[in-house]
């Protein structure tokens, strides 16, 4: 079944409408399993005190979804999810097992989350901030973020909607864990090795003389958010190499321009 992914800013919500999307589609008959820090137990501030606990607890709620996702279960992860590589790593999992997914957008202003925050007193006014602002809204066209469904302020889930597309959405059209790889020429992996290995080049070269963050090759931009390691970069091209078995480009600017969309997409991951 599904797996229904809640995104947004601190004390916009989330937590009470997952609440109720889970007694609703219970009463549908659905065996419905809702995971976030209350859950497992965890207090969720504890994690927020450094980048590494809070990437110990993105990976604590990815293997808690991973575990629950099947063909008869709904899950739904109530979780900031701000982060756009991480969603692309929960579409993954989705994509492997053939199923369905949507992702419910809480587009609430900074100012109302401080106003609810103000009741229960979970997060400092910096530390609300600081999430807040870490924020990297989803995108429709992005597969990753779709199909997504927008909530505003006062605004109920849209119930109906969200069953509908557990039911008759569309699904992924291939998983990486099922699919033979499509047989390639030695040309084509030779190409696809050149390309990366070229942008690996550049981006070592852009760090290395301390320029700015934002690297333009051609007409496409990459958008680097730290030092990346020669073996991260490595790792980060034999990824897209085994995704291009699968799907390969047309052309050598289809091969740059995918691959730098991956790195911009997953290099969170690294951080």
Known sequence: MPLIIFTGGPCSGKTKSA????????EKGEDVKLINEESLGLNKIDYYTNFQTEKNLRAKL????????????VVILDYLNYVKGYRYELYCLVRNLKTRQCVVYF????????EYNEKDKLYS???LKDLYQRMEEPIAKNRWDSPLLTVFKDEELPYEEIYTILNNGKRPNYAISTNSEISVSSSFLQDIEDVCKDINNQIISQQANGLSNCLKIDQYELYLKKIFSGNELKNIKQEFVK??????????DLMKKSFIEYINTVQDRFI
């Open 243 to 252: 995704l291009c078995k699968m799907h390969p480009p047309k052309n050598k």
């Open 107 to 114: 587009k609430i202003d900074i100012d109302t989350c401080i």
């Open 19 to 26: 609440e109720k999307l889970t007694q609703y589609l219970t």
């Open 125 to 127: 006014n910096d530390l």
């Open 62 to 73: 990815k293997s808690e979804v991973e575990k629950n996702l099947n063909d008869k279960r």
